[in-house]
């Protein structure tokens, strides 16, 4: 309530509730001559106790309405009769009597200054050289759902400017948030940006992509809006805004939180404008199907420099025959699929096996699927007969010996270490399209298309980053690997119980 002396609008409460001034100060612990002169206007309360008396004074006042004076205050502060939360009423309140205590002393005093203002108006919390406040942006996120059940938050920052700890505090959020999912309504967005540090290329893009395949059923978005900072922006719709503000070596300066509502307001309406008309979305989610049929899957293989991570067996590398005996079982009752599907398989039997190309295999996943028979086929979880997996393994065995164009490498330990998840991301690169293959869970199973050509050029970047990996992360020589293939197929014999 602008344009109004703080002691008219304390007034106009106290008579709107049906209190007395005697009530309210013994509610604020002040004597009664202390409320008598703040409402005639003869004094006023002391800076530096305005935010308690501000938010005692709130409550007081709601507690104290009924149906009908709720409906007459409702209506001179011109407030959404459908406004029924008493948590936003006592909020609003509080906000007007603080605005109308800063213009009345500001009419009756000049020469206060601004900044005592922006102290109390903005209801803040800051430390000073504090470490980020992880808790916030992972396990406390839960305590901010709203009470209609939602919780959208946007996430501002550039990764590749970030200490480490920092990085995977935010990558870590998703799956509190997909926990948080499971009982309530979860959208969240992050905005990234890709200028600084190179030294931890493998790190930052992998966490990128980790927070884009994990848990794919949640409502999550990454952004490119070219955020070249090294500080956290981070809202939650009508709940809080909290601020990370980080010198040039990484140390984190202070942080800062807000729950006055007007900031969190703008803040988060700024940020959606940006989203609207400078983000760059990073990927296109398509599923399986789809991504067979609009013959985007046959457009990738088709292309030049392929290079591939496998971060779980799939259908590559299959004998022709086992590629169709697995389609038919899965995609048989529709005839335009198996259709694709042929053609998909003739073109890699044909070509893409004789071609040039650089696959990395996470040596791990290749033994699990090994032991288990587990594979993603068309990212589509199945299990293969002991028989048809080992037709797949000797396939592939037969190409790493004999196809002289087909480079191998295991990836012995993991990229992400950093990272509490056993997930290795499947990135399939070519010159002009690049697909990620999303977590299954259930019945989402997306491949992720990326769409941003900043974050295309940092894939290759990555891929290239961990081809000539660090000394003894990578096995190459041919005979290594198919001996560690051979015992792995011993193993699996003997517990199939082939070998007693």
Known sequence: MRNIAFGELLEKLLYLSNQKKGSLAKKLGYDISYISKWVNGRNLPTQNNISNICKTTSEFIVESLNPISKQELKHYFEIELEVNDDN?????????????????????YFSICKSTHSQDNYNSMMHINPRLRKNYLSKDVGSYISESGKLDIILSTNLYKLKSDDKVSIAEMKSILAETQKNNEVKARILIGFEGSEKDTILNTLIIINMITSYPNLNFEVYNCNVDNSNILSITKDRIFHSAIYASDGRCLFTNMSKE???????????????????????????PLDILKDKTYIQYIMGQDLKWVLGSMNEFFMPSDLFMELAESIFGNDEELLQELVQINTFLQNVV??????????????????????????????????????????????????????????????????????????????????????????????????????????????????????????????????DRISKALIYTRIISGEIN
């Not at 803040?267 to 398509?286: A, F, P, R």
Request: hydrophobic share 35%; aromatic share 10%.
């Open 261 to 287: 509502r007007s900031i969190i307001d703008d803040i988060y309406y700024s940020l959606e404008e940006i989203i609207k008309n400078q983000g760059k979305l990073l990927v296109e989610k398509k599923a």
């Open 88 to 108: 936003r009423l006592t909020e609003y309140i509080e906000r007007s009597l603080r605005e109308s205590y800063i213009d009345t002393v500001q009419n009756r």
């Open 353 to 482: 096996y004789k071609s040039n190309i650089n696959v990395l295999i996470y040596e791990s996943q290749l033994m699990k699927y090994i032991s288990t028979r587990e594979i993603t086929f068309f990212n589509m979880r199945i299990k293969l007969t002991l028989e048809q997996m080992k037709r797949h393994i000797k396939n592939i065995e037969e190409i790493i010996k004999n196809q002289k164009y087909i480079e191998i490498k295991l990836i012995e330990g993991n990229f992400l270490e950093a990272i509490d998840s056993d997930l290795n991301p499947s990135i399939y690169l070519s010159k002009n399209l690049k697909l990620i293959k999303t977590n299954p869970i259930g019945q989402v199973n997306d491949y992720a298309v990326v769409k941003d050509m900043e974050f295309n050029k940092v894939c290759d970047e990555l891929f290239d980053k961990m081809w000539y990996g660090k000394e003894g992360m990578l096995l190459s020589e041919k005979n290594d690997i198919l």
